[in-house]
């Protein structure tokens, strides 16, 4: 594994033919680890900013890839999508996470990941009921989150699923709010629990009057709609005091408590989890 990531390192350009054929790989292991298992959860906790209780975690897939280790989804869930895999990784995650999420205290929540391809299937909804059944989940425990790019083409078909899901109890997240398009059109169209304001509004609302201005009015929007307002990447004492001021409901971050796979399997050790 070492040998192979200090290659892969090397400033080289592969030609296409060797990228597609490590990118057949890739699509060959994923297919692997869907029937005998290797990913794992790593959960980030969420704090309410009026008085610090940890009230849920984030649910966040890894790949243990047996060469090379731990691969973050931003890698490989793109690639899941294309290919077709990614109903059935989102199927583990979501079983996963509510096996889990039974074992916890009962005040604490879940929330887990839905992509695009995810939420245009019938089939998560099954996957949801089915999840909540085996592990006998109230279903107001667990938050889907939707990203804005997810809402884009065929709004009516994911708005009436977005419907769908919080009918059956389940709570749905506006994720990375302000990145898409037409944030403020989401907010209109959509209903939602929860908007998690990008990271990126929140590392510059120390140092710049427009970020700030977009994050007091983003939580005034909350407000006015009754939907919690929660602000992604804390990584300061300062972000976090600033957040608490403007009256943003929840917080997440590498300040509050960076991703952590409770259960590390020791045949696996050697590399360590992705923060
Ligand atoms: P996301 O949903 O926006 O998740 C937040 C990402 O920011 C996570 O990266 C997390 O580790 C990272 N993060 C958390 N706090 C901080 C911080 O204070 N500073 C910085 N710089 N980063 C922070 P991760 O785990 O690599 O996930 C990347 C993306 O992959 C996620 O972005 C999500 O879109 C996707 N993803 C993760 N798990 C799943 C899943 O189970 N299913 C699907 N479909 N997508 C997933
Ligand atoms: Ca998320
Ligand atoms: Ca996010
Ligand atoms: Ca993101």
Request: hydrophobic share 45%; proline share 4%; charged share 25%.
């Amino acid at each position: 594994a070492k040998r192979l990531g200090r290659r892969r390192a090397q400033p080289y350009l592969p030609g296409l033919a060797e990228r597609l054929a490590e990118r057949q790989h890739m699509i060959d292991d994923l297919y692997d680890a869907v029937q005998h298992g290797g990913f794992a959860l790593a959960f980030q906790p969420v704090i309410q900013l009026s008085n610090g209780a940890t009230t849920g975690y984030e649910a966040l897939i890894r790949w243990n890839h047996r060469v090379r280790g731990w691969v973050a989804p931003d890698v490989f869930i793109p690639i899941a999508e294309e290919c077709g895999l990614i109903e059935e990784i989102g199927r583990w995650v979501i079983m996963d996470a509510c096996r889990q999420l039974a074992g916890w205290s009962p005040h604490l929540q879940v929330a887990i990941n839905i992509s695009a391809a995810q939420l245009k299937s019938e089939a998560l909804l099954q996957h949801l009921t089915q999840a909540i059944m085996v592990h006998g989940i109230a279903p107001e425990r667990i938050e889907v989150e939707i990203t804005e790019t997810a809402l884009i083409d065929d709004a009516a078909r994911t708005a009436a699923m977005v419907r769908r899901i919080r009918k059956i109890g389940i709570k749905v997240a506006l994720d990375d709010f302000g990145t898409g398009q037409s944030s403020l059109a989401h907010l209109r169209d959509f209903q939602f629990d929860r908007i998690k304001i990008d990271r990126s509004f929140v590392v510059r609302a120390g140092t710049d009057r427009q970020s700030m201005a977009v994050l007091r009015g983003t939580v005034s929007i909350g407000k006015e709609l009754g939907v919690l307002t929660h602000a992604e990447g804390v990584e300061t004492r300062e972000q976090l005091d600033l957040l608490r001021d403007i009256g943003c409901d929840a917080a997440q971050g590498y300040l509050v408590g960076r991703p952590i796979v409770p259960y590390h399997d020791p045949i696996d050790s050697g590399d360590l989890p992705l923060p």
